[in-house]
C-alpha cells in the first residue's frame, strides 16, 4: 500500500511537472526534491525515521515544497521534527530499564512510513488539488491537516508523560493513561497548542491570517477530537487479517495509523467546508 501511495503521488509530481508547471513551477518542485532528499536522509541517520519512511517522506516533501510553498513546507518540517523530539522525550522520561530502552526506542520513536503517509496523505491530496485550483480552501485544508496530527501527536505524547487522571472520550469513565480514546486535560491542552502552532505559520503570508488561523486552529482540534472517538470506538476491533505483510509493527500502531488517516482526513475537510461556508 506504501509502495502504491508513493508511486501514485510520485507520477502525479511528475505528470504536473511536465505538462501542467511553469518555470518558476520546475524551480519549486527540483529544490523541493531536493530538500526533501536531505531531510529525509538527515532523519534517518539521526534515528527519527525508518529507512522506508525516507521514501515517503521525499515524495511528500516535494509536494509540499513544491506545490504548497514555503510556509506550509515549514510548518511540515515543524511538525515532523517537534512530533519526533516529543516521542524521544516520553520514551526518556518514561521509565523504561536500559535492556527494554533500545527495543521500546526503536519501535515507537522512528517513524516509518505508514506513519509518514498516516499524517501526510491529506496533505498531499489537497495540495494537488491547490497546485491545479488556486483555490484557497484547499491550502487551507492542507494546513488544518497537519494541524490535526500535530494536535493528536502533541496530545499523545505529552498527555503520557507523567499522565494524570484520564477518561474515554465516549463515556467519560476513567481509563488507564494510554487507552485509545482516552483523553485528559494535559493531553487537552497539548492538542489545544499543536493544532495552533501549525495554524500560526498561515500569519505572515495570508490574506485574512486571523481567520485563516482561526479556521485552521478549530478544525484541527476538532479533527483531534475525532481521532480521539474513532480510537474509542475501533479499540476493540480486530483488524489482524488486514494488517500489510511489510508492517513490522504490532496491529494496534497499525490500527492507530490508519485511525490517523481518517481523522486528518476529516480535519482537512471540515477546514475546507468552513472556509467554503464563510466566503460564500
Not at 484520564?166 to 487537552?188: A, L
Request: charged share 15%; glycine share 8%.
Amino acid at each position: 500500500m506504501n509502495r502504491l501511495t508513493n508511486y501514485t503521488f510520485g507520477l502525479i509530481v511528475i505528470y504536473l511537472f511536465i505538462l501542467e508547471g511553469n518555470a518558476g513551477d520546475h524551480i519549486m518542485i527540483l529544490l523541493g526534491l531536493f530538500l526533501s532528499l536531505v531531510a529525509a536522509y538527515t532523519a534517518f541517520f539521526g534515528n527519527l525515521v525508518t529507512l522506508d519512511a525516507t521514501r515517503a517522506i521525499v515524495v511528500l516533501g516535494t509536494i509540499t515544497l513544491g506545490f504548497g510553498g514555503w510556509w506550509i513546507a515549514f510548518a511540515m518540517i515543524f511538525f515532523f521534527f517537534s512530533s519526533s523530539l516529543l516521542t524521544k522525550l516520553r520514551v526518556r522520561i518514561s521509565g523504561l530499564d536500559k535492556e527494554k530502552l533500545h527495543v521500546h526506542h526503536d519501535l515507537q520513536s522512528r517513524r516509518d512510513s505508514y506513519q509518514v503517509w498516516a499524517n501526510g496523505f491529506w496533505v498531499a491530496f489537497f495540495l494537488v488539488i491547490w497546485f491545479l485550483t488556486n483555490e484557497y480552501a484547499t491550502l487551507l485544508a492542507a494546513f488544518a491537516v497537519l494541524a490535526t496530527a500535530a494536535a493528536d501527536t502533541w496530545s499523545t505524547e505529552i498527555g503520557s508523560i507523567r499522565p494524570g487522571k484520564t477518561y474515554r472520550i465516549t463515556t467519560m469513565k476513567e481509563v488507564k493513561p494510554g487507552t485509545d480514546g482516552g483523553v485528559s486535560v494535559k493531553g487537552t491542552i497539548a492538542a489545544f497548542l499543536g493544532s495552533i502552532s501549525i495554524a500560526i505559520f498561515l500569519v505572515p503570508f495570508y490574506p485574512e491570517p486571523i481567520t485563516a488561523l482561526l479556521i485552521v486552529f478549530v478544525a484541527g482540534f476538532l479533527g483531534s477530537v475525532a481521532d480521539s472517538v474513532l480510537g474509542a470506538m475501533l479499540q476493540k476491533e480486530e483488524v489482524k487479517d488486514a494488517v500489510p505483510t511489510d508492517y513490522f509493527r504490532n496491529q494496534s500502531t497499525f490500527k492507530n495509523s490508519v485511525v490517523n488517516w481518517i481523522a486528518t482526513g476529516i480535519g482537512g475537510f471540515l477546514a475546507f467546508i468552513i472556509t467554503q461556508i464563510y466566503y460564500l
